[in-house]
């Protein structure tokens, strides 16, 4: 049996290209080689976040989360964690994800726009390594 390890979960409607999420992911660093943090990590206050953990993607535009999660890493144990908690689907339709693996977001703030697109804190859920 593996570790349990939490992954925090972020659910959004941005419309965007894969380029921009990538942008918007793809964290800055100082001329002395600083972590300055990328647009979401800052948004949202993670400190430092190493590129490994994180998972962000577009996904065919849906209301279902077991739809949205297919495919990402451990997407069975944390839809099993999701369905567990009783977390229901997001009221609007998502079509971005963003899952930070190895980390236990504190969910303040729960919601921050980023490029005028609002992204929502779904949680954090367990996963087996």
């Known amino acids: 049996m593996g570790l ?24 800055a660093y100082s001329e002395d080689g600083d972590f300055l943090g990328s647009e979401f990590t800052n948004a949202f206050s993670l400190g430092f976040v190493d590129d490994d953990s ?28 999701i369905k567990q908690k009783n977390i229901s689907s997001p009221i609007h339709e998502i079509d971005t994800l963003a899952l930070v693996y190895d980390y236990k977001f504190s969910g303040a703030p729960l919601t921050n726009s980023i490029r005028h697109k609002q992204f929502f804190f779904l949680g954090n859920f367990e996963y087996r390594e």
């Open 54 to 81: 994180i998972e962000a993607d577009k996904v065919k535009l849906t209301k279902s989360l077991s739809e949205a999660i297919d495919g990402f890493s451990y997407d069975v144990d944390i839809f099993a964690d």
């Open 4 to 27: 349990i390890k939490s992954v925090s979960i972020w659910v959004a409607n941005t419309n965007w290209e894969e380029s921009t999420l990538r942008e918007v992911m793809n964290p």
